[in-house]
């Protein structure tokens, strides 16, 4: 990319888009700086592509194409957890959006002669209009997809973030103090009580990851338990765990679309963190299919990701692009409405929002720790990605923009004889 000499100190320009003042410190490519020379924290903008990648794609996109593409560092926050630099932005830094005369003033001012954007660092996904344009959302072909290019990373990558449980939902953590590793457990002995489970059972559990539902009620509650996975590493990584603990008579993971589930009779359905992925137009099917596979009598519990509302709501362009390609978030009374619309009876609803917050900080504090190997297991860029979008997660959390929610409901009798005793014993 050609440029002429700048006529803007660059870091001066951003000081200027933020009217309350610099919460800390930046450095620029052209030797310019500003903010308080004392801040915690200092990020430092490289070279000139990190600097058309802010200019050509505003906000956070921009922001986190120049740091994924290591074209924007910060120090005092290791890129594994980022909070100290994400939680001092979410404080203190208001962003104000420049005028489009202000914009082409600032691109002719820094030296920017092309406004063609760089090519964006290869962990990006295809725009949501490009992949509307090349299949239809949520089609069995394209969840498979879109799953794959979050799930499918490294299985070793996910041991060291998610530690040994392999968990990749909300833990529980049932007092201050418990360990990730513990607060997992809790979560699987959450939902087997919840749902009841009792020696000799059927369960199913839809977007199954790698197994650990299916894998604590067969060895906890001696249920016969299937799983189910559009991933194919997380199937493979089952089954071996499977294999290692010896429930091969009692537990099963197929690499299989939950829609293609042919059993019927299930005494339970567990679906763990699948809702997000599904589309919410989808939801009436989604339930009903899951009704369908229940026995009369039989229990559903349904965790997922939440909005404090129930409109619906597309996750933001940089999770879009990044993490979960054609994610779609709603409240949980969207969700109990269409549970009940599908014939199924709402018995329990459950806030774990906090839990959330709690169990991004032990995965950040994980990748943190282990963040050479990570890099080494699935690159650099991948491994700013994850540290973004951990500690993102972690604030919408804190900050109530998310929530998530078990719902738990039954597929009551025809003659309405009751699922559930006269109080819950969970």
Known sequence: MSSIRPTIKIADM???FMPDGMP???KAYDGSVAGPPDAEVEIELLNERGLSYILTAPGDLGMARAYVAGDLVARGAHPGNPYPLMKLFDQHARWRKPSAQELVRIIAGVGLTNLKPPPPPPQEHLPRWRRVMEGLRHSKERDAEVI????DVSNRFYELVLGPSMAYTCAVFPKEGTSLEEAQAEKFDLVARKLDLQPGQRLLDVGCGWGGMVRHAAREYGVKALGVTLSLEQAEWAKAAIDREGLGDLAEVRHLDYRDVIEADFDAVSSIGLTEHIGIRNYPAYFGFLRDRLKPGGRL???CITRPHNRA????????RYVFPDGELTGVGKISTEAQDAGLE???VENLRIHYAKTLTGWSENLAEHWDECVAEVGEGT???WGLYMVGSRIAFERNELELHHVLASRTADDGTPAFPLRPTW
């Open 14 to 16: 951003f000081a200027s």
């Open 24 to 26: 800390l410190r930046i």
């Open 148 to 151: 794959s290019h979050h799930y």
């Open 301 to 303: 519990l349904n965790h």
């Open 313 to 320: 709501e597309s996750t933001g362009a940089f999770i879009d």
């Open 346 to 348: 709402v018995h329990d």
């Open 383 to 385: 491994a700013r990605v």
